[in-house]
C-alpha cells in the first residue's frame, strides 16, 4: 500500500558534522511534506516545510530537499549539534485526502560530542 | 505559554474504566486532531475535526469516542479502556495551509 517511510531508522553523526534524514513517499498526489523533530518525553514540533512546486527550502541550519520524480524527500542539518539529537519524522499532505498528514516512523538521530 | 495544551500528561487506569484526554489549544484554529504513538511506529491517526460541527473518523478509531466542546476544545474519550490502548496520545491543531501543531502529549497506561 501507500506509505510514507524512512531508509534508515537510526543515524548517528559527530558534533559539527552534517546530518542528512531521508523519506521515501509514494503517492503521487502528494503536494505538501513537513518534518517534524520529536525530543524524548515531547511532541513532534516542526521544523520546516516545503511544497510540492518548490525543490528546496532552507531554514536555519536546516535544508528540505524534494525530488518528485523519485518521490525522496530529504532533511540536511548542517554543522550537527548534541540539541539535535531526537527523532525526525516525515509527513505528507496528499491531495486527496484534505487536512490531514500521513507520518513516517522517524529516524533517531544521536549526535556524539 | 503553550499554544497546545493537554491534561492530564500521564494517567494509569485499569481495564474497563471510562478515561478522558482533553486537548485545548489558543492558535485559533479550527482545525483539531488527535493521534496515538507506539514505541517503533509513526503518528497514527484517531479522529479529526475541521470544525465545531464536524467529526470524521482517523485510521483508528475503533474503542474511541470524541467531542468538539468549542474551536479551542476537542476531548477524546475511551469508553472502555483495554491494555492495548497504552500508547502517548497527541493532539495536534491544524491550519489551513494544512501544516499541523503538536501538543505535548498525554501517556495513557492501562492495567
Known amino acids: 500500500g501507500e506509505s510514507v517511510g524512512l531508509h534508515l531508522p537510526t543515524l548517528s553523526v559527530q558534533e559539527g558534522d552534517n546530518s542528512i534524514i531521508n523519506c521515501a513517499y509514494s503517492?503521487?498526489?502528494?503536494?505538501?511534506f513537513i518534518w517534524y523533530k520529536q525530543e524524548s518525553g515531547k511532541g513532534p514540533q516542526f521544523i520546516i516545510d516545503?511544497?510540492?512546486?518548490?525543490d528546496k527550502r532552507q531554514g536555519q541550519r536546516v535544508t528540505v530537499l524534494l525530488n518528485k520524480t523519485v518521490k525522496h524527500l530529504s532533511l540536511q542539518i548542517a554543522a550537527t549539534q548534541p540539541g539535535d539529537s531526537a527523532v525526525y519524522f516525515c509527513?505528507?499532505?496528499?491531495?486527496?485526502?484534505?487536512?490531514?498528514?500521513?507520518f513516517g516512523r522517524g529516524t533517531q538521530l544521536t549526535v556524539w560530542p | 505559554d503553550a499554544d497546545v495544551t493537554q491534561t492530564p500528561r500521564n494517567r494509569i487506569t485499569k481495564t474497563g474504566k471510562r478515561i478522558m484526554l482533553e486537548c485545548s489549544q489558543t492558535?485559533?484554529?479550527?482545525?483539531m486532531y488527535w493521534y496515538r504513538q507506539d514505541p517503533g511506529l509513526g503518528l497514527r491517526l484517531i479522529y479529526y475535526?475541521?470544525?465545531?460541527?464536524?467529526?470524521n473518523k482517523g485510521e483508528i478509531s475503533d474503542g474511541y469516542s470524541v467531542s468538539r466542546q468549542a474551536q479551542a476544545k476537542f476531548s477524546l474519550s475511551l469508553e472502555s479502556a483495554i491494555p492495548n490502548q497504552t500508547a502517548l496520545y497527541f493532539c495536534?491543531?491544524?491550519?489551513?495551509?494544512?501544516?499541523?501543531?503538536f501538543g505535548p502529549g498525554t501517556r495513557l497506561t492501562v492495567l
Open positions: 509527513a505528507e499532505h496528499r491531495g486527496s485526502t484534505l487536512g490531514r498528514l500521513y
Open positions: 503517492n503521487s498526489a502528494s503536494d505538501y
Open positions: 516545503i511544497r510540492s512546486n518548490m
Open positions: 492558535k485559533g484554529h479550527d482545525r
Open positions: 475535526s475541521f470544525d465545531v460541527k464536524d467529526i
Open positions: 495536534a491543531t491544524g491550519s489551513s495551509t494544512d501544516t499541523q501543531y
